[in-house]
């Protein structure tokens, strides 16, 4: 299931609550490692929820970026790929390639794949 999320602004920082339930492992490295791309944004808290109906929610307060950047950063982790030995998910984690040249070629791999 995609994960949902919130962005509410709280005194100097924003708020981002990301909802799902597990069906891979990497959501919270993800999403750590896309908010770090936001220039000057700092993660100052992080909370992880579990809820007995498997549902988890991830809360992070951020000083430095603005709504619209970590809605931009939200809606990517639904796109990024989960293969963590994939050369460019390794690619991604070392700062090699951002999330759009991930995305773009996991795209690019699934279309060649159906000629």
Sequence with gaps: IVP????????????LKLG???DRECYLTSLITLIYTIP???????FCETFSNGIHVYTFYVRGATAEQLQVTADLINLL???????TNIMYNEGLLDAHE?????????FAFYF
């Design 81 to 87: 790929p989960f293969r963590p030995k994939d050369v």
């Design 102 to 110: 991930v995305i773009y070629c996991n795209t690019l791999c699934h």
């Design 40 to 46: 000057n944004a700092e993660v100052v808290k992080k």
């Design 4 to 15: 949902v999320h919130t962005i509410h602004r709280v005194d100097d920082m924003i708020s």
């Design 20 to 22: 799902f339930i597990p």
